[in-house]
């Protein structure tokens, strides 16, 4: 591997200390390693040993409404905003790579917010952004829910966490835990850059293992994927059941990011 190009030996190598132990860990290792493939591109290669580009931590996520058994985390109409997804059209800018290390995937409960005329439905993107996000073998506590009709009382406790929206409709109490994320644990995903499978049907339940030393819903990729610049991304998820969520009054969301090393300007 060579890795003088990128400022690591030779002139300007004092901007940054680094040895073999280090080039042995994390994703900034495993891009250094695929430096001399065919995959980086000659203008990203070109672009690191002339000192215009860099490498970064990088994660590209996004947030998308689970409304059928068909999930398209990322799509060509798609536009940055903040909260929602931080890249557009589903693809990188030039010059820009990333090598995905691993992949975080998460999920979201919301529930309709007010009554009458100004209620907010489930579904609404705004509730999406402030939502808090968990893995999806998080249970509800006891009670787990309390009324579920449209207009009615909710109340959900989850985790350390109670939420309570009121209204003046009945109250059913249903007494055992409770997970609106159960329609996921079944399904898979297909990852793809440039229409090519990088990772194909891999079981969603990958994301609900508990590894100590990795953040919740991590999965550490043995096999690191490059999604090139200005070339399309494709995740998507495959269900086996429907998610239990009417859209109105509760709607569950997914948050997907992939992470690793890219290539930034300098």
């Known amino acids: 591997m060579n890795t003088e190009i990128f400022g690591l030996n030779g002139p300007g190598a004092g901007t940054m200390a680094i040895n073999n132990s280090m080039l042995n860990k994390g994703s900034r290792a495993e891009f250094l390693a695929f430096a001399s493939t065919r995959e980086v591109p000659d203008s990203v290669k070109s672009g690191l040993e002339s000192g215009k580009l860099k490498l970064a931590d990088m994660m590209i996520y996004s947030i998308r409404l689970v409304d059928g058994k068909t999930v398209k985390m990322f799509q060509t109409q798609d ?19 990333l090598l995905v290390s691993g992949i975080q995937l998460l999920a979201a409960w ?20 402030l939502a808090k ?13 309390v009324g579920r009709n449209a207009g009615g009382i909710v109340t959900t406790v989850m985790e350390e966490e109670t939420i309570a929206l ?15 994320f159960s329609g996921l644990e079944t399904g898979v995903f297909t990852f793809r850059s440039n229409r090519t499978d990088l990772i194909s049907e891999m079981p969603l339940v990958v994301f609900k293992e508990n590894h100590s030393l990795m953040p919740k819903g991590y999965y550490k990729l043995d096999n690191p994927r490059l999604i090139q610049d200005d070339v399309e991304i494709e995740f998507e998820l495959q269900l086996g059941e429907e998610v239990e969520a009417d859209n109105d009054n509760e709607a569950v969301w997914v948050l997907v990011g992939l992470h690793g090393t890219g290539t930034i300007p300098a």
């Open 79 to 97: 536009s940055k905003e903040i909260g929602l997804r931080n890249i557009d059209r589903a693809r990188l800018p030039k010059q820009q790579t």
């Open 110 to 129: 919301t529930l309709k917010e007010g009554t009458g005329s100004s209620a907010i439905r489930a579904d609404d993107e705004g509730l999406a952004k």
């Open 133 to 145: 996000f968990y893995p999806l073998d998080t249970y509800f506590k006891q009670p787990a829910l």
């Open 166 to 180: 009121t209204s003046t409709a009945g109250v059913v109490m249903i007494d055992e835990a409770y997970s609106p």
